[in-house]
């Protein structure tokens, strides 16, 4: 399985880390041991100190396609999910200073929880709205509407 994520998806949440908006998606992977099995708990990396989350919108490409041009993108995926991404934070500004990739921050292991996987019909994927809960607090609260690049 290959796990490609799009960060800086979110003027909102560019805007809370002050980060610089970007012109073409920012690409990262993360690799299958990322995956968090089902049902195991989240343990925070002894090597951070500063572990955050994201709810995230998953598609679920289902066709083989390289360079695929936007209006056809549509065609290679037929479910979306919901999942977590979480990333070591202090990690990822060491890494991003020295210029250096993200995986340290962002691939580590259970770094990445995948929820159920439903037919993409049954949304409006321009105009998604989903939620983050922890302990029965709403700690995300997000629209499809505000991504920068669509699905």
């Known amino acids: 399985m ?3 994520c799009i960060g800086r998806n979110y003027a909102k949440h560019i805007e809370e880390l002050a980060n610089e908006r970007p012109e ?30 994201e709810v995230e919108i998953l598609i679920k490409i289902n066709k083989v396609g390289k360079h695929i041009d936007a209006k056809f993108a549509h065609k290679y995926y037929d479910e979306i999910g ?10 990822q500004a060491k890494c991003k200073e020295k210029g250096l990739p993200w995986e340290k921050a962002k691939a580590f292991d259970g770094s990445a929880v995948i929820g159920e996987f439903y037919p993409k019909e049954q949304f409006d994927l321009e105009n ?17 509407s505000a991504m920068l690049w669509k699905t």
């Open 2 to 4: 290959k796990i490609i």
């Open 82 to 91: 919901l999942g977590i991404d979480f990333t070591a934070r202090d990690v």
């Open 128 to 144: 998604l709205k989903f939620q983050l809960y922890k302990n029965d607090e709403i700690v995300q609260d997000g629209n499809t």
């Open 24 to 53: 073409n998606p920012v690409v990262f992977l993360k690799p299958d041991s990322a995956i968090l099995p089902r049902k195991n708990p989240f343990f925070i990396p002894p090597f951070s100190d500063d572990v955050h989350y």
